[in-house]
């Protein structure tokens, strides 16, 4: 059960864009990610959809039910989040034009967020929300929609990286030698052009130290892993000419050394799944890993081939 919740400047001509959808649940990190979100709508001249779900997260129980009064009760607090969201959405984005809707649904968040996956550019989330006896589980929400979802997945920290101090800093994307990474590259080489800011590359080989590596090989190594990271970034460096690479080639974890990166950073892109640099550790885990510790906002950017399984 949906209801229409309050539309915001939706017109015809706005819901004819493809939108990206911001899931709120009253807390910090979810009007963090709405603020993100209203600034990447902006961007790319999308619609941004705002939703919140008041579903009971562990069902009614047996022989529990709602009265109408109940139901009406979750529908205007669902509402009153929704109108903060919208308030802080429009002041993300002083002077610029937001097409922005909102709604309000009674259906479980974590299965609808997936299924319009499929229809939409994005869609954002906050990393944690108000907990297991408060609506949304956003911590719950952000590692399940990063692992299923059908479009690219922002996931918002701590803050949105979208005041001044920040909205000149790189975009950093993890790219692992293979072709499960271009998915990612193409997006944060995207976000970079239009952001106006440069592109850190990161590509790390080896889950041991530099000590470990016989010295006789490491000018080998390094070139050859050197020349494969150009080959990655090659193409798309040619159609994003306005966007400066620099490039990071290191004997590291990934993980750590896209920690690293990110630290000063307005935004870190990775892939979903593929294995990384080295043999035996899959991009997945590393995603995994940076989803509970990185702190500027994180796109999760899937395969297409995985996407449309």
């Keep these: 059960m949906t209801t229409k919740g309050q539309a915001m400047a939706d017109s015809t001509a706005a819901r004819s864009v493809p939108q990206l959808i911001a899931a709120v649940d009253g807390s910090a990190s979810s009007y963090h990610a709405v603020a993100w979100a209203a600034v990447e709508a902006v961007l790319r001249r999308r619609r941004l959809h705002i939703l919140t779900?008041?579903?009971?997260?562990?069902?009614?129980?047996?022989?529990?039910?709602?009265?109408?009064?109940?139901?009406?009760?979750m529908r205007r607090d669902g509402e009153r989040i929704l109108t903060e969201a919208g308030r802080i959405a429009r002041e993300a984005v002083p002077g610029e034009e937001l097409a922005l809707t909102s709604e309000v649904s009674f259906d479980l968040l974590i299965p609808m967020l997936i299924d319009r996956s499929r229809r939409v550019e994005m869609v954002v989330v906050g990393s944690r929300g108000l907990g297991a006896f408060?609506?949304?589980?956003?911590g719950s929400v952000s590692t399940a929609v990063t692992r299923h979802a059908h479009c690219p997945v922002a996931v918002i920290h701590d803050f949105s990286g979208i005041t001044p101090e920040w909205t000149d800093k790189p975009v950093v994307v993890g790219v692992d030698g293979t072709g499960n990474s271009v998915p990612a590259i193409e997006l944060a080489f995207e976000e970079a052009s239009l952001r106006k800011v440069g592109l850190t590359?990161?590509?790390?080989?080896?889950?041991?130290?530099?000590?470990?590596?016989?010295?006789?090989?490491?000018?080998?190594?390094?070139?050859?892993?050197?020349?494969?990271?150009?080959?990655?970034?090659?193409?798309?460096?040619?159609?994003?000419p306005d966007v400066p690479v620099r490039r990071v080639v290191e004997v590291d974890r990934p993980a750590r050394a896209l920690l690293d990166e990110s630290e000063q950073a307005q935004l870190l892109v990775v892939g979903s799944h593929g294995r990384g640099g080295f043999a035996g550790m899959l991009l997945g885990s590393t995603t995994d890993k940076l989803l509970h510790v990185a702190q500027c906002p994180m796109v999760?950017?899937?395969d297409h081939e995985r996407s449309a399984a």
């Design 53 to 73: 779900s008041v579903a009971l997260p562990g069902g009614f129980g047996p022989g529990l039910t709602l009265s109408d009064t109940d139901v009406e009760w």
């Design 201 to 240: 590359a990161v590509h790390t080989w080896s889950d041991v130290t530099g000590l470990d590596i016989p010295l006789a090989d490491w000018d080998a190594m390094l070139e050859s892993e050197q020349v494969l990271l150009a080959e990655q970034l090659a193409g798309h460096q040619e159609r994003y």
């Design 134 to 138: 408060q609506r949304g589980m956003l």
């Design 300 to 302: 999760v950017v899937r």
